[in-house]
Each structure stands twice: as C-alpha cells, then as structure tokens.
C-alpha cells in the first residue's frame, strides 16, 4: 500500500503563484480589478483567440454561452453521451430540450458518424439542435473538421466545451480555442483540470458582439460602458441593465493566481504527455485498453479499460486500487444515466457505445505533479491484481 493517497489529479502551486495572490490581497481590489483583464490576456494568448472572459466556474461560462447563443425554451441542444452532468445542464438552465450523441469507444469522444446519422434523421423529423456542444474528453480534441462540416450543412453552433482542455491542440497544431468556426469554447480552472483559480472558467470567443453580450450577463446584465448605454448624455455614475443576467464575475485573488498559473501551462501539459506515454510503456502487455498516442492532448485523463475477458470487473478492480492508496477514478457515468434525465426520460440502453466504454473506464492518476516511482507503483499494482 502507497504511504500517501495518489490522486487522480491535483493542482500544483508554488511559491510564485501564492506571491501573486498575496500581493492582490495586499491591493486595492479584491473583485472587479485590474488582475481579471491580465488574466484574461493570458488565456486568449494560450487559446490564440480575440476574446476571453472570465467567468466564476465553467459551468457558469456554459450557461451563458447558451443564452448568449439564444438557445431558450423550445430549442434543443447535443451534447456527447460521455462528459460532466455540466455539459448538458447548461441547456436545461435555459429551458432547452437536451439530446446525446454515441461515442468513440476508443477515445470517448462524440463519435462523428454517430453524429451525421443523428442528424440525417433529425433533419427529417424536423428536430435539429440549435447547438451542438462537443466536449473534448481527457484533452483530446474531437474530430473538429468532421463536425464542422455537419455543421455548415444543417446549421447548428458549436460550443466546445474544452473545461479538460486548456493548452491543448487540434492535429493541425493550432491551440484549442483558435477556430472561429466554434461559436464559443469554455474552459474550467477547478484544481484537478489543466491550471486551476480554485474554482473558476473562462469563455473564449471570436465574435466581437458576442464577447460584449457575454461580459454583459457575467454581471447582472448591466453595463456602465458609455457606448452601450442606451439612454445618451447621462451622467457618470448611470449604468443601466439591459439583459437578465448574474453574478458570475472571478475574484482578482483568483484570477492573479490564475495567470502565474497559465504561464506554466504548456509545462504542465508536457510534463502530463510524458507520463501519459510512459504509461503506455509501463502498461504494456496487461488485459487493458490504453488510450491511443496524442502528441496534442492536455492528458487531462488517463482513462484504461478493462479488456473483456478481465477476471476483474471494472469495480472490482477501483476497490482493489483504492486499498492500495491509489486514486483512481471513472469518468464519466454517461449523463443520460443519472436519476434527473432518467426523469426526463432518457433509458439504459440508449447511447450503447457510451454504456460499454463506462462499464470499462477507469482513470489512472495523472497530473503534472504525479512522481515517477508513484507511477510505477500504480502499473506494479495493476500487475498484480490483473
Ligand atoms: C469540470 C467540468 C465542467 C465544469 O467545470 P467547473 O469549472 O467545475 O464548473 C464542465 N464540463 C466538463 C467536461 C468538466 O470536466
């Protein structure tokens, strides 16, 4: 048994960073300071993107992602069957109807074919989403130049929810967020994700009109900037509200941790690539599934199936690995599984590739911070329990 628990995933800090929340601490402004505006240059120049704001959580950036996009009541939004509750809540917070799409079972990615033949009959039946948010499990991206093809031929926006994302690349090397044919890309900063500020996101976004909307409904709906003001000539404490919008503003205490953290970025993800492909050598040769090579994953996940045939079931094996002090994880019980969209009507059996890559998935530790021989402990155990 490891002497200490190894964590799936977790947050590295050092010195520098706490340098820089104590130094907001000790400034003038906790909240609505000069840290947000430098914090959010720091993302759009790792995304390679215009525009970013940031937001109190990802979930907060895809709930107004939705309703900057106007998708409302009466409108339907998909999402891929593997991912966080989140990437489909968002729709379900602004009234929409939410549909999933089947997966790739060797990425868990929304599979583009599944996609296509869903569409083809949505088509049909007159049911085409508004918006497709995709989702880049464990930092891989999905098939952008698939589903943007779908895209220009029935219509829909695409919301890339990259929360696992931050730092990653498409294969053509352009970084996550740098595709204006994506409406908005939203990123999360919780502590097992890529950098963390704590709790905290970002939405990334090409289009200068919905930037504004979106800055606009992070606080309240409201608007003090001279130039949106509806109402000329007024004096210089008016501000109006013009949307219904909320409370979703980041702290400056955690966007200054966020920027030290976003320049290690690159670090990080490298250093996580590096064991990634380690495990893949460690790993070699045990009844497992390994995740395919990607030189342009964050490796936000390690995710591992057991292979069929496996004397272990997939529990059997995290109670095992759990004994041991060894952190794993699953990710993710496909979202229509949950008692809230079994309410909804959603069933087992619906998105069979999601059920079978669930039944198998188990998540090896894997962060920046991960040290080598906690790795080596981790596949010795796999060894000996498979
Ligand atoms: C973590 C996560 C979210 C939510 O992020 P928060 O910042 O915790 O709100 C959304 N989608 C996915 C895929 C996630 O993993």
Known sequence: MSSHFIHYSRQSIDEEDIEAVVRVLRSDFLTQGPAIE???QGVARVAATPAAIAVSSATAGLHLACIAAGIASGDTVWTSAISFAASANCARYVGAHID???VDTDTGNLC????????AKASAAGTLPKALIVVHF??????MEAIYALKEQYGFSVIEDAAHAFGAFYPTGKPVG????????????HPVKPITTGEGGAITTHDAQFAKKLRMLRTHGITRDPEQLEQANMPAWYYEQQLLGYNYRMTDIQAALGESQSKKIHRFNDARRQLATRYA???DGLPLLLPPADNHSSWHLYVVRLSAGT???RDDAFRKLRAENIGVNVHYMPIHLHPYYQRLGFSKGQFPKAEAFFDQALSLPLHQGLVLSDQDFVAQTLRDIL
Request: a negative charge.
């Open 281 to 283: 050598n460690i790993l």
């Open 100 to 102: 999933f799409v089947d």
């Open 178 to 189: 740098s595709d204006s044919r994506s409406l908005a890309v939203v990123f999360s900063f």
């Open 112 to 119: 583009p074919q599944e996609l296509a033949e869903k569409l």
């Open 311 to 313: 004397r272990l079931s």
């Open 38 to 40: 430098q914090f959010e």
């Open 138 to 143: 464990s930092g891989r991206t999905c098939n």
